[in-house]
């Protein structure tokens, strides 16, 4: 079964400071990965997708996926208290509309 | 914007007993999911479904029924609920033809603890 490391476990980084997650698939067939957002109290929230090698930017956030080492990575810049939070990396296959998530990474931002 | 909403938002069951956890989304997606949510493991795919009267086996299946009566209600039932089953479950939606990439919608969530 597709297994989704992520590390590290939980994180704190300043107000104003990046914040770099990791993740990686024991499964070369995927089609895409996500990152998802939980804040306390509240469901996941799909913050990004991507599926071809490089970089993809969307705002203060910014995914890197390397296919050849199945690993993906989300860089926050100029983190707020508001980014503290769950974050899942998941993967879906192709042609399915099923995913499997990782553990996550607790993120704390400091004031 | 796209809706998923749980009911209850918690709830305390005796061991053994049945418990039921619904779901309904206003999203006119045709796949909905379970999932629990236990610290360590992320998020667990418990059953899923496609189209209406008909349902999946997740990941972790066991111990966990479910019924999907229309496309906007699916609901997670447990007949005999054990203590191992306390977590917290999440419902989900998606579209079934890739728009979005495929993207899950998340309700609140249903705290469940099992004594």
């Known amino acids: 079964q597709q297994k989704v490391q992520q590390s590290p476990e939980s994180l704190s980084v300043p107000e104003g400071g990046m914040a770099s997650l990791n993740c990686t698939s024991s499964?070369?067939?995927?089609?895409y990965f996500w990152w998802y957002r939980q804040h306390s109290g509240e469901g996941p929230k799909a913050l990004m997708?991507?599926?071809?090698?490089g970089d993809k930017k969307e705002g203060r956030f910014t995914a890197h996926l390397n296919k050849a080492s199945l690993h993906v990575s989300l860089h926050i810049r100029d983190s707020q208290p508001s980014d503290s939070a769950l974050y899942f990396c998941?993967?879906?296959?192709?042609?399915?509309?099923?995913?499997?998530f990782g553990t996550g990474t607790r993120l704390q931002v400091l004031p | 914007e796209a809706a998923v909403t749980q009911s209850p938002r918690s709830k305390v069951a005796v061991t053994g007993g049945k418990v039921t956890l619904s779901c309904h989304q206003t999203?006119?997606?045709?796949?909905m999911y379970w999932y629990r949510q236990d610290t360590g493991h992320g998020l667990r795919l418990i059953h899923y479904?496609?189209?209406?009267?008909?349902?999946e086996k997740g990941d972790i299946p066991d111990g966990y029924k479910a019924s999907r009566p229309s496309q906007e209600n699916f609901s997670l039932i447990l007949e005999l609920a054990s203590l191992s089953q306390t977590a917290v479950y999440f419902c989900?939606?998606?579209?079934?033809?890739?728009?979005?990439?495929?993207?899950?919608?998340f309700g609140p969530g249903t705290r469940l603890t099992v004594l």
């Open positions: 479904s496609y189209v209406a009267d008909s349902t």
């Open positions: 499964d070369r067939n995927f089609q």
């Open positions: 999203n006119n997606h045709d796949y």
């Open positions: 997708s991507i599926f071809s090698d």
């Open positions: 989900a939606s998606s579209d079934a033809t890739g728009g979005s990439s495929y993207e899950q919608y």
């Open positions: 998941a993967v879906s296959k192709p042609n399915t509309n099923k995913v499997v």
